[in-house]
């Protein structure tokens, strides 16, 4: 099974960046479809990106379209979310995700969690 842990949150100002990173310290990443989830304050967690096994598909939601990239190395065990142009409505703990099966938006789907990482970004 597989046990995440993210990484690389923080303090940044508007309009900078920030990477985050998503290991598994488990069995390899290599069957499942992996995502970054993020809750804010007062906010239901929300899908931000979304990535197939092999890399072949990905999905962003709108709010983050063109700004985010989601990437991962299979190879490394690790996921990434490379987050530009950072708004002060991107502030939240970013989650990510991981289920053994198919592609799906769907936050009840996904078996296997991260701990979360705070992602603040000041205007």
């Known amino acids: 099974q597989a046990q995440l842990v993210e990484s690389g949150g923080g303090l940044v100002q508007a309009g900078g960046s920030l990477r985050l990173s998503c290991a598994n310290s488990?069995?390899?990443?290599?069957?499942?479809?992996l995502a970054w989830f993020r809750q804010a304050p007062g906010k239901a967690r929300e899908v931000v990106a979304v990535?197939?096994?092999?890399?072949?598909?990905?999905h962003y939601s709108d709010s983050v379209k063109g700004r985010f990239t989601i990437s991962r190395d299979n190879a490394k065990n690790t996921m990434y979310l490379q987050m530009n142009n950072l708004k002060p409505e991107d502030t939240a703990i970013y989650y990510c995700?991981?289920?053994?099966?198919?592609?799906?938006?769907?936050?009840?789907?996904?078996?296997?969690w991260g701990q979360g990482t705070q992602v603040t970004v000041s205007s």
């Open positions: 995700a991981a289920r053994p099966g198919p592609f799906t938006t769907m936050e009840y789907t996904y078996d296997y």
């Open positions: 488990g069995r390899t990443f290599r069957p499942y479809t």
């Open positions: 990535i197939t096994w092999d890399g072949g598909m990905t």
